[in-house]
């Protein structure tokens, strides 16, 4: 079960932290990764972390804007987002994926946490 926290509104220019817990899961063995979904568009990979906690990606939009982190102490994954624009309004998941293997591609991941919506104002 993947649990997520931390969406709601905000003017651009803002920061919201997300976090998501993992339960059910070895969480130290999967890559986790944040995706999201804009009204009518496809969800695209965000940001993801391997296992390993090595070479986050980033999606060109966010770079330098978000940063992903894990604690798997905590079995939670991380998602600062700072300086929003308007065009980060969107559903945000969390996402977990077995092989550890921190892909961008939705499909590639096993289990989904319920997706919250950020609203970002301009």
């Known amino acids: 079960q993947l649990q997520a926290s931390g969406g709601g509104l905000v003017q651009a220019g803002g920061s919201l932290n997300f976090s998501c817990v993992v339960s059910g899961l070895t969480f130290e063995d999967y890559a986790v990764g944040w995706f999201r979904q804009a009204p009518g568009k496809e969800r695209e990979g965000v940001s993801c972390?391997?296992?390993?906690?090595?070479?986050?990606y980033y999606v060109n939009s966010v770079r330098g804007r978000f940063t992903i982190s894990r604690d798997n102490a905590k079995n939670t994954v991380y998602l600062q987002m700072n300086n929003l624009e308007p065009e980060d309004t969107a559903v945000y998941y969390c996402?977990?994926?077995?092989?550890?293997?921190?892909?961008?591609?939705?499909?590639?991941?096993?289990?989904w946490g319920q997706g919250t919506l950020v609203t970002v104002s301009s």
């Open positions: 996402a977990a994926e077995l092989t550890g293997y921190a892909g961008s591609h939705a499909q590639e991941y096993d289990y």
């Open positions: 972390i391997s296992s390993s906690d090595e070479s986050p």
